[in-house]
């Protein structure tokens, strides 16, 4: 069996032109989905296809991109249907991995979609790198600082005991003593 999938990202986007070219196709069955196509498993439509279609059937698109968003959501659609004996054409990108050609052709894009993928991953820990350097802080903001600290050695030096005063900054009382000790270490660098 022939079976269509067919895909907008929005409701204010028409399927008609998917459908058309699916039919003309010669599928016999499509599945009609208004979703974006950031999730895979969010899309009821394509789980439904997916689990629908059998050994020799064929799963047609008009794109590749309407039933995936990245090449490692395509090669997980792809497996599946692998798995089942289920071939995927794509219409207008002429794709069909039921010949060897077409095998290969998807064999390239996940050649280039890995190496796209190793680039960004450089690139990633190249700017991580850079902005280290430059003295950015990654990570949520301290709940505390050395003013908070500075207060909270006031407070002491005012009779309240260490888990009053970190009662009063919402903290834990490790956390009090810990910046405590490290404001007191600081200090006395700059005094020497």
């Known amino acids: 069996m022939i079976v269509g999938y067919a895909r907008v990202s929005s409701n204010g986007q028409n399927l008609q032109s998917q459908i058309e070219l699916l039919e003309k196709a010669g599928c016999e069955k499509i599945f009609k989905e208004k979703k974006s196509a950031t999730q895979t498993d969010t899309r009821t439509q394509l789980q439904n296809v997916l689990e629908f279609v059998r050994d020799g059937d064929v799963f047609v698109v008009t794109r590749l991109d309407r039933c995936s968003r990245s090449v490692l959501d395509l090669y997980k659609i792809i497996e599946k249907l692998n798995k089942k004996g289920v071939s995927l054409k794509a219409t207008e990108q002429e794709i069909d991995t039921s010949t060897s050609s077409?095998?290969?052709?998807?064999?390239?894009?996940?050649?280039?979609?890995?190496?796209?993928?190793?680039?960004?991953?450089?690139?990633?820990?190249?700017?991580?790198?850079?902005?280290?350097?430059?003295?950015?802080?990654?990570?949520?903001?301290?709940?505390?600082?050395?003013?908070?600290?500075?207060?909270?050695?006031?407070?002491?030096?005012?009779?309240?005991l260490n888990q009053e005063i970190a009662d009063?900054?919402?903290?834990?009382?490790?956390?009090?003593?810990?910046?405590?000790?490290?404001?007191?270490?600081?200090?006395?660098?700059?005094?020497?």
Not at 107 to 124: C, K, N, P, T, Y
Not at 169 to 183: C, D, E, G, P
């Open 102 to 160: 077409g095998r290969l052709m998807i064999g390239l894009l996940s050649i280039v979609a890995e190496f796209e993928m190793d680039l960004r991953s450089e690139r990633q820990a190249d700017g991580i790198a850079s902005a280290i350097k430059r003295g950015i802080k990654f990570g949520r903001k301290p709940r505390f600082d050395n003013e908070k600290t500075a207060m909270a050695l006031q407070m002491q030096k005012d009779g309240m």
């Open 168 to 192: 009063h900054f919402n903290i834990a009382r490790s956390t009090l003593l810990r910046w405590i000790a490290k404001y007191k270490k600081e200090i006395s660098k700059e005094e020497i």
